[in-house]
């Protein structure tokens, strides 16, 4: 498997003083996905939960609809100049009756870190219609459950205390109980990573879950929230207009700047339970 992070000498100024010394930094890799052989998708990624990111990706692209839909995945013989498989390739061999996604319509598949939508070809082929009634999720969320999620996001993000370079996605039940976490320098591969893990346990739709990420929300990860049947969608930075859009439209529960003792509520605010005051 490749490293998650990687060891490398800087230049290191603070004020007068310099020194060099080694620094640890987040490994990115490219991971490509084919199915039955051919490829689909390439993504840069950390290397770890490679099978997750391809569950997750493969759900909230709307490829797959659960684990029952996948028949098998294997890492394929990829190597580097002195033969050593790099494990960058992984081949899905979709169920019997599950149809491939026709690549030449609506998607370029090559993703980066930083924006794993970049390739789609319009807004239109972008709003992949979930399977799941996210609008219709009872889930009420206690207020000061919301604001602690940050703190228990930050405090389980193990390679981010090693690097600072990593994007980080959490799911948690409305009750705050962090059920899983996992990082990557795409925040959109750190959302496939936690849905892919619920693939995997066969747990989709997740209903009366809340998805905690470490960055802004995107217009992708209200997708990919939207795709996996999340109700509740939290960041502690700013959602993109887009984002605002599709949660209104889908039914999800969009909050921002989750931070300290506050956030702001863009869509759906009934599911929040607030103090009296």
Known sequence: MGRVTSR????????????????????????EIRLDGSPLAVTMRTPGADFDLVHGFLATEGVIAGIEDVAGLRYCNSVDDEGRNTYNVVDVDLAPGVEPPDTALDRNFLT?????????????????????????????????????????????QQVFEKTGGLHAAGLFTADGELVALREDV????????????AVREGRLPLAGHVLMVSGRASFELTQKAAM?????????????????????DVGITLVGFLRGDGCNVYTRSDRLVLDEA
């Not at 000498?9 to 991971?31: F, K, M, N, Q, Y």
């Not at 807004?123 to 604001?147: F, M, N, P, S, Y």
């Not at 996996?228 to 887009?242: C, E, Q, R, Y």
């Open 228 to 248: 996996a049947g999340i109700p509740v969608l939290a960041a502690v930075s700013a959602p993109s207009s887009l984002a605002v859009e599709l949660a209104a």
């Open 8 to 31: 490398t000498p800087v230049l290191r100024i603070r004020g007068p003083v310099r020194t060099t010394r080694p620094d640890t930094v987040a490994s990115e890799e490219p991971l």
């Open 112 to 156: 980066s870190s930083s924006c794993g939508v970049c390739g789609k070809a319009s807004i239109d082929a972008i709003r992949t219609r979930t399977r799941h009634d996210v609008a219709a999720d009872g889930t009420r969320l206690q207020l000061a459950t919301l604001l602690a999620m940050p703190d228990r996001l930050r405090a389980a």
């Open 186 to 197: 795409g925040r959109h591969n750190a959302v496939d990573k936690v849905v892919g893990d």
